[in-house]
């Protein structure tokens, strides 16, 4: 299989088509998220199969984004902190691991 460059693709005419049957719930899970996005339905399909990310994100994602990452930062500063001065239990030091773990995984979801 060759590979494929996704960008210039995206510029030739769209002229064939497919179709794909979906159940009711897929069907409201897709038209939600498109419209969440501000994008077509088939933007969203396209992109999944191309796994192509968005050319934008909604002002909200773009936002929690940030606060995420702001949040992220200031744990690494408590855990470096921390490892140097070795005053923290090590309960600590693990809830802030699984903390910093959890807020990459909901990063994560973010840029779905």
């Given at each position: 299989m060759r590979k494929v460059d996704a960008k210039k693709e995206a510029k030739k005419i769209r002229d064939k088509r497919i179709t794909v049957r979906l159940s009711d719930f897929e069907f409201e899970l897709l038209r939600q998220k498109a419209e969440a996005e501000g994008t077509p339905m088939s933007d969203l399909v396209r992109r999944a199969i191309l796994r192509v990310k968005p050319k934008h994100l909604p002002e909200e994602c773009r936002r929690?984004?940030?606060?995420?990452?702001?949040?992220?930062?200031?744990?690494?500063?408590?855990?470096?902190?921390?490892?140097?001065?070795?005053?923290?239990?090590?309960?600590?030091?693990?809830?802030?691991r699984r903390i910093e773990a959890m807020l990459e995984a909901v990063a994560g979801e973010v840029l779905k």
């Open positions: 929690l984004r940030g606060e995420l990452g702001k949040i992220g930062g200031l744990l690494n500063q408590i855990a470096r902190r921390a490892n140097q001065r070795r005053e923290v239990d090590l309960l600590v030091l693990e809830s802030l």
